[in-house]
DNA sequence: AAATATTAGTTGTTTTTGTAACTAACAAGG
DNA sequence: CCTTGTTAGTTACAAAAACAACTAATATTT
């Protein structure tokens, strides 16, 4: 035969992926949202900002493959909350770099180490080889380039 | 210092499963989305019934830990495709017991197969050690008992 | 330098999801 | 039985995502 038979639902790559990713970004979910009213695509752009420095929507978009209308909206509401400042680029005015303030920096800080936290206490069920080897695959899969 | 300066948002478990289930996800999702006109939580009901045969919604839900409005939605539109049947349960007649019928399977097998190539072409990328250690580590993230 | 095409970002509209409230059937406990 | 509680599944409404169409600025072509 062709085709060996312990194929799985549980097995399906994507499948599975699509459950890790869910039930491990449960509890952190949960912080970002109740406790700090945020987003996900939010503290995703806080976090580009706060980790790779000031930058425009179109670079955080094509960083976090994430769709244009997502981030502008994103932007829009944590320029509402002043977390972020959106200036206007001197050499191409349709672009805006945008920066985060001191507030938003404070909150990135904070979310910050929690997700220190949080990667730590979930890596901690494997070996240190294993967690380096299951982020590197994952990256491959991700299709960020090393 | 208490903390390492490695954390990277690209390396951040919950960020990192996400982006690479989303990316890994693409192409699978245009065939069952553009192919079959089906719904991420259809195809997924519809691989439980054909996998692990008849069931509850109840019971897909418990399985795919997806809630139970979305089974509901998902089923409706899948009868109404005419690709299963529910009938009441005996015992118990507030459940019904979902089965596939003839073109139902007939899906479900064309998409299985779609499904098994391109699994199979995703681990490719790893070595068999590696892939299979992949399952694993995420079996145990997402909280699959094995 | 017009005319045309492309790009950064926004806005409007439609789908899809999340959440809560609901119906109908069942399960106990008194 | 008959009240109270629970469960399977649906429905209604609010929040969020997807998609398309748009504006304004910049490149490119002729």
Redo the contacts with the bound molecule.
């Keep these: 035969m062709a085709k060996n038979d312990e194929f799985d639902l549980q097995n399906f790559l994507p499948y599975l992926l699509n459950q890790a990713a869910e039930q491990s970004s449960l509890e952190f979910q949960r912080i970002y949202k109740d406790r700090y009213g945020l987003?996900?695509?939010e503290w995703r752009v806080l976090f580009h900002l706060g980790m790779y420095g000031d930058m425009?929507?179109?670079?955080i978009?094509a960083r976090a493959l994430t769709?244009?209308?997502?981030?502008?909206?994103a932007?829009?509401r944590l320029a509402q909350r002043r977390y972020i400042t959106?200036t206007r680029s001197e050499?191409?005015?349709?672009?805006?770099l945008l920066a985060l303030t001191q507030a938003g920096r404070g909150v990135y800080q904070e979310l910050r180490g929690i997700a220190e936290d949080y990667d730590a206490r979930l890596a901690q069920q494997f070996s240190r080889g294993e967690g380096a080897l299951l982020r590197m695959m994952l990256r491959r899969l991700a299709g960020i380039e090393d």
């Design positions: 987003l996900r695509t425009t929507a179109k670079e978009g769709h244009k209308t997502k981030i502008s909206r932007v829009s959106r050499n191409d005015r349709r672009a805006e």
